[in-house]
Every structure is written in structure tokens, then in C-alpha cells.
């Protein structure tokens, strides 16, 4: 920083104009930002160095991912900047908000958009996984939407708590993630990897089919146990309309044994997906 009053550093400030908030996450700051020359939007994630102590490790993963990946359903890095206190990420901007806000909005998606959301983030997670990335924490808050249209792409973020595998066949042990998306296996400390995330896209596909989450629980103690037994239902109210192709994805996401569960390459041949993409829209 060059003196004068910018809270941010010179070298940015020389590219970009920011502006205001988009959202805060638990470390982070985000703000939009324009190109000064090209008038691009993009997002602006400022994190302070001093509010991740200790925690350096998610920052250098996040990065890591970031600088790694390139995929149309993945936020991408755009620009890098760092001064003494804080680092500053640039990346896509998601003008759509999070399916988390829309899901709760909305009270649950027909099984048309249901597909066409689902669908892409399977791309991004397939994409992820052939490059031995494992996401960690897939749930509605980090499933982005890049423009406020119906049709609008949707885009996968926040690689803080995602994992690197040095070969593709590595065991992990850490329990990560958030409670009620997170694998039986991840729980149960036995070693987990790349399947979990599938997982936690079953988890996503049922919420956003009926409008509530498949595992319950009066507390978290309750909710584990509940993920452990790994037991849910289609409670009829909910489900009498919904095909059992949609069923049949769910089921085969969220299946016990992470060695027997579907793959996001086979996720993504599964009928349903063609099935859904022939369903009319009602007209309102
Ligand atoms: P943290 O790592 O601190 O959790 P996130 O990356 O989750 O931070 O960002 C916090 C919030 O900022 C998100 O929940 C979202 O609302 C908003 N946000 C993050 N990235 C973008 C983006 N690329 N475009 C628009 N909004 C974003
Ligand atoms: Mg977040």
C-alpha cells in the first residue's frame, strides 16, 4: 500500500475498481470488483492473514485448487494479490447467488431443474476427481449460480477443506466437512476418499427434490447417529411424485458402502438425467 487512504494494495487498486459486499464467509470478505480495462466483473475474496492463523493450511489448499483447476462448473482464479496483512483472490463472480438462498426461496426444484443443476455440478465434481481432487464440503452454500437467469450455469467454490490426493488410492482420515451433508465414512473415522463427496451430492439431490434434508437429527449427537445408520426414506407426502429414476440416483449416491457407491462419471450416465430433460415445464 502506497500510503493515501485505499485499504487495498496499489498494484490491485491499478486494475481494479471494487465495490460492494457479496457475502462473508466464516474467514473471508467478498466484493465485487471490475476490470478496469477489459469492464469484466469478478468476485474479490479477502482473507486477513490474522483471522487465519493457524488455519494457514485451508488458505495454501484453497490456492493450491485454484491455481490447479479450470473448469466451466468451477470457479476459476482469475488474479493473485498479497500484502503483510491480508491475501486477495480473484476469481469468477457468481451474480446469481448461492443454491442455498435460491433452495430456500424456492421450497424444493422440479425434477427437470433438479437434473439440470445436479448435472453440472456432477461435471465439476467428475472433473475434480480425475484430477485426484476431493472437495470435502459439497453442500447448497457452496453451489454458486453465475448469473440471476433460470438457465444460469452453476458453479462449485470454497476449496478450503478440499484435499489433494498424492495418489489416487490415498486413505484419508480427518473428519471435515458439515453436518448433514457429511459421508457415514468421514464420521466413522475409518478412512475415507473420493466417494464421500458423491455422498454429499446424494445428500443435495434429495434436499433439493422435497425441500428438506434426508438425515434428522434433535442435535448433532442425533444427526451423526442418523448419518452412521445411514437409514432415510421417501416419505410419501413428498415423494408419491417423483420418479424412481430420481430414486434410483439418490439410492445409488447414497449407498453405505463407499467402494459400492456410483462414481461421477457413472452418475452422470444414470437415465434419470434423459429422463428429466424430456420433462415438460407446467406454465404458470
Ligand atoms: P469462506 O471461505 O470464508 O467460507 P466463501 O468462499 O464461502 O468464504 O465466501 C463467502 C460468501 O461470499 C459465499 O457464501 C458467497 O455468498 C459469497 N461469494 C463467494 N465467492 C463468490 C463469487 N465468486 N461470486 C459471488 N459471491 C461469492
Ligand atoms: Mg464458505
Known amino acids: 500500500n502506497k500510503g493515501g487512504d485505499s485499504p487495498y494494495p496499489w498494484d490491485l487498486e491499478k486494475k481494479y475498481t471494487v465495490s460492494g459486499v457479496l457475502g462473508k464467509g466464516s474467514f473471508a470478505v467478498v466484493r465485487r470488483c471490475k476490470d478496469k480495462r477489459t469492464n469484466i466483473d469478478y468476485a474479490l475474496k479477502i482473507i486477513s492473514k490474522k483471522v487465519i492463523k493457524g488455519k494457514e493450511q485451508m488458505l495454501t489448499t484453497e490456492l493450491d485448487v485454484l491455481k490447479q483447476v479450470d473448469h466451466p462448473n468451477l470457479v476459476t482464479l482469475h488474479d493473485l494479490f498479497e500484502t503483510k496483512e491480508n491475501v486477495y483472490i480473484i476469481t469468477d463472480l457468481a451474480n446469481g447467488g448461492e443454491l442455498y438462498?435460491?433452495?430456500?426461496?424456492?421450497?424444493?426444484y422440479t425434477e427437470k431443474d433438479a437434473a439440470h443443476l445436479i448435472e453440472q455440478?456432477?461435471?465439476?465434481?467428475?472433473?475434480?476427481?480425475?484430477?485426484?481432487?476431493?472437495?470435502?464440503?459439497?453442500?447448497?452454500?457452496?453451489?454458486?449460480?453465475?448469473?440471476a437467469t433460470p438457465n444460469s450455469?452453476?458453479?462449485?467454490?470454497?476449496?478450503?477443506?478440499?484435499?489433494?490426493?498424492?495418489?489416487h488410492d490415498?486413505?484419508?482420515?480427518?473428519?471435515?466437512?458439515?453436518?448433514?451433508?457429511?459421508a457415514p465414512e468421514v464420521l466413522s473415522q475409518k478412512g475415507y476418499s473420493i466417494p464421500?463427496?458423491?455422498?454429499?451430492l446424494g445428500v443435495i439431490l434429495y434436499t433439493v427434490l422435497s425441500g428438506y434434508t434426508p438425515f434428522w437429527?434433535?442435535?448433532?449427537?442425533?444427526?451423526?447417529d442418523s448419518i452412521l445408520k445411514g437409514r432415510y426414506d421417501f416419505d410419501e407426502d413428498y415423494w408419491d411424485h417423483i420418479s424412481n429414476e430420481a430414486k434410483d440416483l439418490i439410492n445409488k449416491m447414497l449407498t453405505y458402502k463407499p467402494s459400492e457407491r456410483i462414481t461421477a462419471h457413472d452418475a452422470l450416465k444414470h437415465p434419470w438425467f434423459e429422463y428429466a430433460?424430456?420433462?415438460?415445464?407446467p406454465q404458470a
Open 101 to 108: 438462498n435460491q433452495l430456500e426461496q424456492k421450497g424444493h
Open 121 to 147: 455440478v456432477l461435471q465439476g465434481v467428475a472433473y475434480l476427481h480425475d484430477n485426484d481432487i476431493v472437495h470435502r464440503d459439497l453442500k447448497p452454500e457452496n453451489l454458486l449460480f453465475s448469473d
Open 153 to 167: 450455469k452453476l458453479m462449485i467454490t470454497d476449496f478450503g477443506l478440499s484435499k489433494i490426493l498424492k495418489n
Open 170 to 182: 490415498d486413505i484419508l482420515m480427518t473428519a471435515c466437512g458439515t453436518p448433514g451433508y457429511v
Open 196 to 200: 464421500c463427496d458423491i455422498w454429499s
Open 217 to 224: 437429527g434433535q442435535d448433532q449427537a442425533a444427526l451423526f
Open 277 to 281: 430433460a424430456k420433462l415438460t415445464v
